[in-house]
């Protein structure tokens, strides 16, 4: 039940957030990291797991779809 309310609270909160804040993937990798925490009982380590795992896989993606004619300096 309280991974359940927390993670309303954070889908709230994070309709909150200005849109300047760069939260790819953090939400959704830190809803799927909770509940898995939570199964083996570290639902807060999983749920921030998640989230850092989350935004590192939304970076790659976000790379990955560039187009390759562009080059960063």
Request: glycine share 16%; proline share 3%.
């Amino acid at each position: 039940m309280k991974t359940i309310v927390g993670a309303a609270a954070l889908l709230i909160s994070a309709t909150l957030i200005p849109s300047a804040a760069n939260a790819a993937g953090c939400i959704k990798g830190s809803i799927v990291g909770g509940v898995a925490g939570h199964m083996v009982g570290h639902g807060k380590a999983g749920a921030a797991a998640g989230c850092v795992i989350g935004h590192h896989k939304a970076n790659e993606a976000k790379k990955s779809n560039q187009d390759p004619s562009q080059t960063s300096k």
